[in-house]
C-alpha cells in the first residue's frame, strides 16, 4: 500500500505504535508484524523502492511494509516533526541528508551504531567510514545513506551540433557553457538553450557556492557564510544564466518536460534523474551526460545529496522488522538495486567495489558515469543548525526567485537572503 501524502493534504495517519515503550536490544520480529516506511521523491524513488520491497518480502515473508510518501523532502521532514509531536512516527523514515540533523537534535532519530556493532564490523558489510559519517549528526548515527547523488549536466546532442558546438567536447567552464546556451537558445521554434534547478531547496545552490569554495555558514556557525564573494560570484552566475543565456523561469517539472521533447538544450540537476531521463526522452533525441563545470579547480566542490534511512520504531517487534529492512536496502543487493531504477549513487562499498554488483551495470550504461567521477570532490550536502532549517531553505529559494524573475540584483538578493537567515539561525549563548 503506498500513500501520498502533499502539503495541502490533511495529515492524519493511522500509525498507532505503542507509545513509552523501552528500546532494549533488537527482539524477534513476530509473525505477522507490520510496519509503515516513509520516503519522499517518489517521481525518484519509487522504482528503486518498489524492487526492494518486491525482493525483500520473498525473504522476509512475515513482514509487511506498507509504505508512506510525501512529494519532496521538505515536506517529509515537517511530516516526522508533526508526527513525533503526537506520537504516530512511522518504524523507518527515509530522510534528505541535509534534515537528518534536526532528528538528532530532538531525539527523535535513534542511534544506529549500537545495532551495527551487535552485528559485527560495520566495514565488513560495506559502511565505510565516510559513507558513515553521510548520516551522523549529533553525535550519534541518525541514519544509513540510501542514496548518494550529486549535480551533473544533461544534454541534447543534437542540438549542440546545431548550435555549432561538439558534442563530444563540450565546455568544462560556466563561460563555454553559457555561450553555447545562448546560441541553442537562437535556434528558435520554441527552443531555451539551458535550465539550471534552482527552486525547491538550496542543493543546486550550495553547487555553485561549494564550486566556488564558498560555504553555507562559518566555522562556528554563527554566522552566514554567503555573504562573501564567493556568495556573490553564485548569484551572478544565476543571473547570468538568465540575462545570457535566456534561461526560462519554469518550475522543475515544466523543465523536464521541455528537456524531454527536444525543445532545451540542456538541463542541470542531480544525477538521480538519469533513469527518469532516459526514460522520458526516449527516442526523441541524443541524450548525453556530462559533469559540472569546474569553477575553482583547487578549492571547487560538489553537494553530496541523497538520503538516509532513520529508524523511529519504539516496539521492539517493529523495530526489529525496520532494521531488517534498512539493512537489507542499504546493503549491496538493495543498493544495486537502487542505482539501476535511479541513477544515484550506491551507500555501501561491497556494491561499489564488488562487480557482481554494479561494475558491469556502469560499463554499459555510460550516461551513469559522470557522477561516479565527481565523488573525489563531493562533501556532505550542508545542514542547517537549529529547528528553523526548513524555513532557511524556503527564504533563499524565495530569494533566488527574485533573480530569476529579474525581480533584484544579485547584490540586492546577497543581502536580503544574509539578513533573514541570520534571523533564523538559532541564538549562540
Same mark, same amino acid.
Given at each position: 500500500?503506498?500513500?501520498?501524502?502533499?502539503?495541502?493534504a490533511?495529515?492524519?495517519?493511522?500509525?498507532a505504535?505503542?507509545?513509552?515503550?523501552?528500546?532494549?536490544?533488537?527482539?524477534?520480529?513476530?509473525?505477522?508484524?507490520?510496519?509503515?516506511? #516513509?520516503y519522499?521523491?517518489?517521481?525518484?524513488?519509487?522504482d528503486?523502492?518498489?524492487?526492494?520491497?518486491?525482493?525483500?518480502?520473498?525473504?522476509?515473508?512475515?513482514?509487511?511494509?506498507?509504505?508512506?510518501t510525501?512529494?519532496?523532502?521538505?515536506?517529509?521532514?515537517?511530516l516526522?516533526?508533526?508526527q513525533?509531536?503526537?506520537?504516530?512516527l512511522?518504524?523507518?523514515?527515509?530522510?534528505?541528508?541535509n534534515?537528518?540533523?534536526?532528528?538528532?537534535?530532538?531525539?527523535?532519530?535513534?542511534?544506529?551504531?549500537?545495532?551495527?556493532?551487535?552485528?559485527?564490523?560495520?566495514?565488513?558489510?560495506g559502511?565505510s567510514?565516510?559513507?558513515?559519517?553521510?548520516?551522523?549528526?549529533?553525535?550519534?548515527?541518525?541514519?544509513?545513506? &540510501?542514496?548518494?547523488?550529486?549535480?551533473?549536466? &544533461?544534454?541534447?546532442?543534437?542540438?549542440?551540433?546545431?548550435?555549432?558546438?561538439?558534442?563530444?567536447?563540450?565546455?568544462?567552464?560556466?563561460?563555454?557553457?553559457?555561450?553555447?546556451?545562448?546560441?541553442?537558445d537562437?535556434?528558435?521554434?520554441?527552443?531555451?538553450?539551458?535550465?539550471?534547478?534552482?527552486?525547491?531547496?538550496d542543493?543546486?545552490?550550495?553547487a555553485?557556492?561549494?564550486? #566556488?569554495?564558498g560555504?553555507?555558514?562559518?566555522?562556528?556557525?554563527?554566522?552566514?557564510?554567503?555573504?562573501?564573494?564567493?556568495?556573490?560570484?553564485?548569484?551572478?552566475?544565476?543571473?547570468?544564466?538568465?540575462?545570457?543565456?535566456?534561461?526560462?523561469?519554469?518550475t522543475?517539472?515544466?523543465?523536464?518536460?521541455?528537456?524531454?521533447?527536444?525543445?532545451?538544450?540542456?538541463?542541470?540537476?542531480?544525477?538521480?534523474?538519469?533513469r527518469?531521463?532516459?526514460?522520458?526522452?526516449?527516442q526523441?533525441?541524443?541524450?548525453?551526460?556530462?559533469g559540472?563545470?569546474?569553477?575553482d579547480?583547487?578549492?571547487?566542490?560538489l553537494?553530496?545529496?541523497?538520503?538516509?534511512?532513520m529508524?523511529?520504531?519504539?516496539?521492539?517487534?517493529?523495530?526489529?522488522a525496520?532494521?531488517?529492512?534498512?539493512?537489507?536496502?542499504?546493503?549491496?543487493?538493495?543498493?544495486?538495486?537502487m542505482?539501476?531504477?535511479?541513477?544515484?549513487?550506491?551507500?555501501?562499498?561491497?556494491?561499489?567495489?564488488?562487480?557482481?554488483?554494479?561494475?558491469?551495470?556502469y560499463?554499459?550504461?555510460?550516461?551513469?558515469?559522470?557522477s561516479?567521477?565527481?565523488?573525489?570532490?563531493?562533501?556532505?550536502?550542508?545542514?542547517?543548525?537549529?529547528?528553523?532549517?526548513?524555513?532557511?531553505?524556503?527564504?533563499?529559494?524565495?530569494?533566488?526567485?527574485?533573480?530569476v524573475?529579474?525581480?533584484a540584483?544579485?547584490e540586492?538578493?546577497?543581502?536580503?537572503m544574509?539578513?533573514?537567515?541570520?534571523?533564523?539561525?538559532?541564538?549562540?549563548?
Amino acid at each position: 500500500m503506498d500513500t501520498t501524502i502533499s502539503r495541502r493534504a490533511a495529515i492524519r495517519v493511522a500509525w498507532a505504535l505503542p507509545v513509552g515503550l523501552a528500546m532494549p536490544a533488537i527482539a524477534r520480529a513476530q509473525a505477522g508484524t507490520t510496519i509503515t516506511v #516513509h520516503y519522499a521523491q517518489p517521481f525518484i524513488y519509487k522504482d528503486s523502492y518498489d524492487a526492494i520491497l518486491a525482493e525483500f518480502a520473498k525473504r522476509e515473508p512475515s513482514i509487511k511494509v506498507n509504505t508512506v510518501t510525501t512529494p519532496n523532502y521538505e515536506e517529509g521532514a515537517q511530516l516526522i516533526l508533526r508526527q513525533a509531536a503526537t506520537n504516530q512516527l512511522p518504524d523507518l523514515s527515509y530522510q534528505g541528508f541535509n534534515r537528518l540533523r534536526i532528528f538528532a537534535e530532538r531525539g527523535i532519530a535513534q542511534d544506529l551504531a549500537p545495532l551495527l556493532r551487535t552485528e559485527g564490523e560495520p566495514v565488513k558489510a560495506g559502511y565505510s567510514p565516510n559513507l558513515l559519517a553521510l548520516g551522523q549528526f549529533g553525535g550519534i548515527q541518525a541514519g544509513l545513506a &540510501y542514496a548518494a547523488s550529486n549535480p551533473i549536466c &544533461y544534454y541534447n546532442a543534437g542540438l549542440v551540433k546545431r548550435a555549432g558546438g561538439d558534442p563530444d567536447n563540450f565546455p568544462r567552464d560556466w563561460d563555454g557553457v553559457l555561450a553555447l546556451a545562448a546560441k541553442i537558445d537562437t535556434l528558435g521554434d520554441g527552443t531555451d538553450g539551458l535550465w539550471y534547478t534552482w527552486n525547491g531547496d538550496d542543493w543546486m545552490f550550495s553547487a555553485l557556492l561549494f564550486g #566556488h569554495g564558498g560555504r553555507m555558514l562559518n566555522a562556528d556557525e554563527t554566522d552566514v557564510g554567503f555573504a562573501g564573494p564567493e556568495g556573490l560570484a553564485s548569484l551572478k552566475l544565476i543571473e547570468r544564466m538568465v540575462k545570457q543565456a535566456g534561461m526560462p523561469n519554469l518550475t522543475a517539472a515544466a523543465a523536464r518536460q521541455a528537456f524531454a521533447a527536444g525543445k532545451l538544450g540542456m538541463i542541470f540537476q542531480t544525477t538521480a534523474l538519469v533513469r527518469g531521463t532516459v526514460s522520458g526522452v526516449g527516442q526523441n533525441f541524443e541524450l548525453r551526460t556530462t559533469g559540472m563545470p569546474v569553477i575553482d579547480a583547487e578549492k571547487g566542490r560538489l553537494p553530496t545529496g541523497g538520503a538516509a534511512g532513520m529508524l523511529c520504531a519504539k516496539d521492539p517487534a517493529k523495530r526489529e522488522a525496520a532494521w531488517k529492512f534498512l539493512r537489507f536496502s542499504t546493503g549491496p543487493e538493495g543498493q544495486a538495486m537502487m542505482v539501476k531504477n535511479t541513477g544515484y549513487l550506491p551507500c555501501n562499498q561491497i556494491a561499489i567495489d564488488d562487480p557482481q554488483y554494479l561494475g558491469q551495470f556502469y560499463r554499459e550504461n555510460p550516461l551513469f558515469v559522470p557522477s561516479v567521477k565527481q565523488i573525489p570532490i563531493s562533501i556532505p550536502w550542508y545542514a542547517f543548525p537549529g529547528s528553523n532549517s526548513v524555513r532557511v531553505t524556503q527564504t533563499m529559494v524565495d530569494n533566488l526567485a527574485r533573480i530569476v524573475e529579474s525581480r533584484a540584483t544579485p547584490e540586492e538578493v546577497q543581502k536580503d537572503m544574509a539578513t533573514e537567515v541570520r534571523r533564523l539561525l538559532p541564538r549562540k549563548s
